[in-house]
């Protein structure tokens, strides 16, 4: 079977909560499927620091692909090259299962990847990591709300199943959905739109006594952090007010920590910014300062998905000043016990853990014992990941009742004469095939690029049907070349 993963990255690899969660896909997919290969998109002029920090596995092909730098634009339009992956003909004809975050162009996947015919057990999963819907206030959507709805709509009713790391969005987008469509497609949409966290939760750390300890005895400074995009969106302003507070009254007993993955502070504006410890780190090492260095972070985003800029401080240990909006109500629970209104409550809070550290982190490690582990311990039973091996059940049933209800065509059967020893490529075999004349089309030329850009859709071929039908025979994948196979 052939995965193609195509993220839609912010940032550099390594450091994109997209990517981290398309390799939790793989790893999970690799372990229940040895015998998987992969087609992984990724940027054009990936780097060899992101290269070393991807899966190595023989079983992969990493593709560059022109991709642009806003995610949003990414979201709304694709590239040439990236289109004719998808191809039935050329490009990347052999995929069985794509994983993908371009929820708007998920149509013309379905389009793009089978003739006219059923589509033989291929299946589309979404990874939807940021909706863009009209209820998404803080979020671009093209085209006015009427547009956006139906454009994101229509790639969730045309994907197998849309795995959501968000626990306050399907409600919204189900409310959405009884808009324009019938109750029998909402109920449909309602069944694989599945919320679910992108990997488990169930160890979690506080900080150290010796941590503490020298906090409290003035042996290191009291630190304030911030993490997150350095996008307005974020509400960035708001926090650093909260922190500038501090700063301006605390002079050399405040350490202002900020830890982002953007390249620069963009359009963020704010006076605080020549006074902030900048970080770029890696998922480890972000992790690292959240235990051991930061005291108490800000967090005022009024819209988000599930931001782990927001759960993984307090996974380490770290706790944060938490703007109440739905999103983090629905993620961390209305238990919560550093919930703020506004920039003057935030100020407050942070001035009480500076004034008594201790007593307010107890509260900290009281809530999350008390309600943090046991919500994120039943929502870790069954994560993003698992679903997808539910999608390769699927897959198998379909192409277990396909097998047995097609004949094996012409072509078929001569490849299979033809009695290739070892693994080869099945558009070598058709070549060879048309060059000693027992083929008598285009047949081969049809899978070059060239020819097809001038060929009719109605006369093109669909070489997928050909690998079907050889596996109805014995033959499986070999490879993550196209159309790579070997006789068993």
Known sequence: ?????????????????????????????????????????????TTEEEYAWLPKDPAIKYIEVPTKEDRNKEYWSVSDPWMKLFSFSVGLWDVDLVITNRTHQVPFMRWAMSKGLPPRGRKIVIIEDMPLLSFKKMCYVSGGDRNANLSALNGYAQADLVLNPSFWEKQHVLSLAKNFYSPSLVKDLAGKFIECLPKRIVDTHYKSRATIEALMNKERKFTLSYAGRMVNRDSVTEAFDVMTKHFIMGGDDIRIVLCTVSKDFGRVKHDLIEHLEVHRPDREEFWRIMREESDVGVFMSKDEDLSMSMLEPIIQGTPLVVYRAEHALKTLGDQYPFYVSGVQEGYALVKAFKDNYGAMYKKFVDWKQEYFVPLMTQRSEKILP???TEVMAGWEADMTNFYQSMPANEIVRLIHAEGVVGKFKINDVIETLCAKKLVDSPLAKKSTESFNEGLRLTFDTEFNGFRAGLMQLGYVDAGCETGEMVKV
């Not at 990255?9 to 909560?17: D, I, K």
């Open 386 to 388: 698992d679903y997808l």
């Open 1 to 45: 079977m052939k995965v193609l993963i195509d993220a839609i990255p912010t940032g550099t690899l390594n450091r994109c909560a997209s990517t981290v969660k398309m390799v939790e896909c793989y790893k999970t997919l690799k372990s229940s499927y040895p015998n998987l290969f992969f087609y992984w998109l990724v940027p054009s002029g």
